[in-house]
């Protein structure tokens, strides 16, 4: 059993920055690949970005050069630094592992 915590979301202005964070617990020897996905209304659920133990990332075209993942292993948490939001970013944002996933953190971008 996994648990996954996400927390940062909120009201951000077209061209602000948020940075979300996710929180996971339980048996770590399960945790390797972390992604942030996330679902607009009426859209589907999408990879935003994805991280490994190791560091490695991969990104979804559309946030490329705006968004940023990062982990910290010892805190078992993973960062989504999001930059130059746009009102097409606003999502409910999601983090996943494996088979679990958090509850969801809502991003509003909007002036």
């Known amino acids: 059993q996994v648990q996954l915590m996400e927390s940062g979301g909120g009201l951000v202005q077209p061209g602000g920055s948020l940075r979300l964070s996710c929180t996971y617990s339980g048996r770590d020897f399960f945790i390797n690949v972390v992604g942030w996905y996330r679902q607009a209304p009426g859209k589907e659920r999408e990879l935003v970005a994805s991280i490994d133990r190791a560091g490695a990332t991969v990104y979804v075209n559309s946030v490329l050069g705006r968004f940023t993942i990062s982990r910290d292993n010892a805190k078992n948490t993973v960062f989504l630094q999001m930059n130059s939001l746009a009102p097409s970013d606003t999502a409910v944002y999601y983090c996943?592992?494996?088979?679990?996933w958090g509850q969801g953190t809502q991003v509003t971008v909007s002036s």
């Open positions: 996943k592992t494996a088979s679990w």
